[in-house]
Structures are given as C-alpha cells and as structure tokens.
C-alpha cells in the first residue's frame, strides 16, 4: 500500500517515494501538492512524471482521497477480495494466463500420510540399510534409464523412501491438470485403474486431490513385484478418510483401525502407533490387485513406468501395452501415463501417441480432431487398423509402422468406398501436453540416438515439479551416501570433504524436483451424435482456409486444448521475454515478446513457466532451428550394429577355440564322465564361460518368439 506520510514535495520536484502499490499506482503528478494518479489497468507507464490534464485516461486523486482510503483497487471487489486468482501474484494475470496456468504450487505431501510412513514403514529398518539399497536402485536406474518392480522387502521400503515422493509430484500434476481441462465440477471419475511398482501411488494422489468427499464406485490398484508392496499400500490408503468404507447405516466403518502387532485393539486416536502393522485387518475401498484386468472398462487409468519393462523391447512392447489399456477405457474416459524424464522415457511417450493417433497419415490434417482407434471399435469389419491412407503415404511411414501386404489391400477397398470408417465408434484424442495431433517435431523413434556423441545435443520434452521433501526423505539424504553429489552417476557415495558421516545433510535442500514426461489420452463419446460432430469437423478442416489458419505463429481454435505450450523455461532479458513453443501449427516455435508489444501481455510472459499454455500472442513467431538430421544418425546406428555383431562374432569364435583346446576324456581317467579332466580348473572356467553364452542366446531367442 502507498505509504502517504512518507512523501516529500519540494520546489524542485518530487523526492523518492519508498513503497508505491503497482495495483493501482498508474501516474505520479507534481504540482503544488502530491497528487496520485489512477485509473483502471492499461498500457500507460508506471512512474513517469505528467501534468494533470496532460492524458485523457489519467484519473486524478487528491492526497485527502487517498488518506481516507476511497481509492479501490481494479484487481479487487467492493468487500475486498481478489476478482480473479488466489493471491495478489495472480489477480494481476490476464483470463487467459490464468487458465492456461500449470498447477503452480509446490507440492506438499499430506501429513498424516507421510507420518504414517515414517511411523509404520521406515521405522522397521535401519537408516543406512535404507540409504545403501536406494543408492543402488539408483545406479541401476542410470545404467538401465527403466524403472522395476520391487524384488525384496527392503527394496520395497527403499523405494518408498526414495521414488515414491517423486512419483506423487508427477502423478498429482497431470491430475490437475486433467481436472483443469475438465473442469473440477464434471472431474469425478466413476471407475478407476491404478497401475504401478509402487504403493498404489496414483490412487493416493488422485484421493488427495479430490478430497474425503470422493467416493467412486470402482477404485483397483495393480501393483506389479514384491507381494509386501501390496500390503504397503494398504497402510498409506488406510490413512486417507475416502478410503474408509462406510456401513450399510452410512456411518464410517472402524475396522480398518491399524493394530500394531501384539496390542489389543483399544489404542486411542491420541496415541502415535509406531511400528509394524497387522495389514490383514485393514479394510480400505481401494481393491489391490497383482494382474492387470483383461476386460473391464474403466474411466481413468493411471500408469507410472508401465510401457516399457525392457529397452531390448522397443517399441513392440509400448505397442502391446497401449493397445491393451486402450481397450479397457471406457467412453468418455482418460489414461494419464506418466514416464521418466529423460531421452527414453520422451520416446516411450511419442511411440505410444504415434501409435495412437498414427499423425503419418494424416499428412494434411491440422487441429486436434478425436482419431478413430480401429481395434477398440465395436464394427467387427474394421477391427483391423486401416486408415485413410493412399500408396503416395506409405512411402512417408515410419519403418516400424509399415503396413502387411494384406492390410494394404484393405485400404484400397476401404478408398472405394467399401469400408466406411465413418460407422468407427472409438475416437481417442491427447489431451496434453501436446496442442496438435501433427507429428511430434522432437521424436527420432530410436532412444539409441541419444546415447551417440553428436546425440548429446538432441533436444526431448519433459517436465518439472517440486515437492516438499518430507521429514522421512530429509532422513534419507543424511550421511555420507546420499546428502551430497555423487562424483558420477555410478560413484554411489557422495564427494569426498562434501559428504559427512552420522547425521551430517550439509547444504541440504528442503524440497526435491520429480522430472518426468507425461500424455493425457481422452477417449470421446460413442453416441451418434458425436460421431456425427467429428466426421464434421474432419470435412470442415480440410480446407485450404483451416489449412492456412494452423501456420506457425497460429493459437488455433482458440481453446486451451489448442493453444501453444511452453516447452523451455522463458529467457527473461531486459525489455523482453522469449521461449519456444509447441505450437497448433506441428512444429516448435520461437516467441519474443517485448515490452512495447503490450504491458499486460509482457507482465505475463515475465511470470510464466514452463509447462504453461500460452494464449496472448506474441510480436514475433518463427519456426524454431531445431533440426535432425536423420540420415547422420541412420548411419551412426549401422555403424554401431556392425561393431556390435562383430564383437559377437569374434566372441563366438573365442568360445569355440575354448572348446576344441578342450581334451576329450580319458578312458583310464578315475573321472569317467570327464568332468575334472586333468583336475584343470581352468578347462571348468572355460566350460562354464560356454554354457552361459549358450544359456544367454536361448534366452534371448525365446524372449524374441515372445513379442
């Protein structure tokens, strides 16, 4: 607020006044007295010396008004309270910013949650038990860029202490932003699907998010690995009051009451329990399960690290899972999957979304018209994937995406009008983060480009989330191994005269950063009338004039599901802001933004952050310079595969050296099968070199049959 007892006024002008509120505040006027000038919020300067009468949209205020508190602010109503956004920070942003907004807070896991995880779970181990598996999970975790299953119960708890907060940032974000685009009042999905390594991690957020009112009629959590993890979750659920189930008198049922074990069942709310948990006499609402469903249909599916078990794998595995999870969403349903943040978690994501929305044959489409998924249709004609494609299209495919000669010749039937694709009942659309169904301008489809030295350099798309480090991860990062950086990703102590023993956390942060990549997939409607909408926005948009509409620079059609998204943190530079964007138009963009083009539009872009969807235009839009040369990086791949089959070769040709040197066993030997042959313990290294060479091969020939 503007403090007026500490102005000055003098013959020669006006002195500096300390505290000026930017709300109001749009002139200052000096004449014989101190004069404030204000008006509703435009682009006129703030601070600039005028003259009363010297603008038309100055409203003058005299020192009295001000004094006796009848200036009112335009961002604030009669009673006092914002007009728009929960705090000052956001009353000053524009409708359109507001809404295309990220969910900005840190992120705080819920007390009691994490008191019982402390209490009931982490209390059961030694600290530097727990520190010494997380390290490892974490060098595992660098060499293999996959998350896995949980195979032991310290592993269990280590993953709970380590990834399970990280995890719940990511998951809690993408919800927002789901319940953002749906709107919170039609956000309430009936039938839910958690599918995850860890303690039902997706339910928890989405119980936290909507809150102890939230009672759907089908709550399942799938989780894969270790069977103790199962009871884990039943332990965090059981704390949340919408996990409660209710009496058939509608009161709230008790027997989910934890018993720690050999205690009688009397313990009091006031009393903290401490120590293992009998999980067998906990019942929550949430059903806990080890399989994934083959047939039921649900309205959200939540999926952590599930498309993709195995690098080897890619992409046939992703290909498998996103068509099985497709199948099990119901209409008008969501799939939120939430991957890791780095090269392959990006490629995972753009692999399932190629697949989804299969862009290459849609060469000419613009804008974010719901696609129809073929194989979840309930036309049994058109159960296989056929598209609008024509023999000029197949040429641009990608190799893994080719058509089978008999498919082909269903397309052709399909251009005469023999299949009608108008009669598919099953659209499917991604929700976020992309704001076109256009070919992603980042994916190379080979996560194996990145690990190249010219590779290094190729941009992905990933986010970032904060979330308050809860007292049980402070706990973790206490030590030698984990309080301070490792040397290398592999080193698994932190850096010598950084790190300390004991209980030593030397510049320790209060918060950690969940980096990951995500999609939203939402499946439209199958009644008629919807089909019907979109067979007419497909005719609508391929149209020269829509054609023209989605170019570089284009906010599309003016919703949120269409506007540009920021993909890198803004480059704030004196009198002006610049960041790249997807854009409607397919390709990555570059916006600047400077003060001259508008006041209010450069306030904006000075607070936003990545991951915002931006609305309000910019003074110059060019396509960005990011290029990828693909025949470069075809060739570096051939040239990796050639070395990686002439080291085989030349294994193989080692082996079977190894195995001719071998002696045949001798008739008078006191060894008559040979197996200590000349009591030559190296001849036995050698042998067991060769049957795991031929134990590894079959392996891999039978996971190959496999997928």
Known sequence: ?????RYATSLGGLRQISTVRKEFLKRIVVDDELIIAKGIPSEQTFGKLVRDGDSENVTVITKEESMNGSIKSPYRNSSGTLISGSNAKEARLQPETLLGKAFPEQIKLNSIIEKTIRDNILSLHIPANLRRVAANYFIELKKTSLHRPAKTILEVDAHIASIFVQNYASIYQCLTELQQRVGKKHFSPNRVLDVGFGPATGIVALNDLLGQDYRPELKEAVIIGEREMQNRAKIILSRQLNEVPITKEGSVSSSNKMDSVGKSDDISDEKDMVGEVMTDKINIVTRIKDSIPGSKQYDLIILTHQLLKSEQHFPVQIDHNIEHYLNLLAPGGHIIIVERGNPLGFESIARARQVIIRPENYLDEYGKIPRPWLRGSSNKINRINLLSVNRETEAALDEELQFEPEILDAIEKMNKKEVDLKDIDYHVSILAPYPHHRKCPLQTGKPTYYSFKEGKRLKFLNFQKAIERPK???ELKKGKILAAPWENPTAGIGLPGIAKGGSGRANGRSFEVANYSYMIIERSLNDKETINKINQLREKHNTAEMKEKYQVGSTGNGTPNEWPRIISPPSKVKGHVTFDVFGPSGEIEKWTIPKSFS???YHDARKAMKGDLWALDAKTKIKSMNTFNVSKFEALEKSRIKELKKEKKMRERELIETQNTISEPDEFSSDPHGL????????????????????????????????
């Open 1 to 5: 607020m503007f403090n007026i007892t």
């Open 472 to 474: 049980f991860g402070i």
């Open 599 to 601: 006041k209010e539009v």
């Open 676 to 707: 200590f042959i000349n009591n030559d313990v190296n001849t036995i290294r050698k042998l067991s070199e060769i049957y795991d060479h031929n134990f590894s091969k079959s392996n891999k020939e039978k996971r190959k049959k496999r997928y």
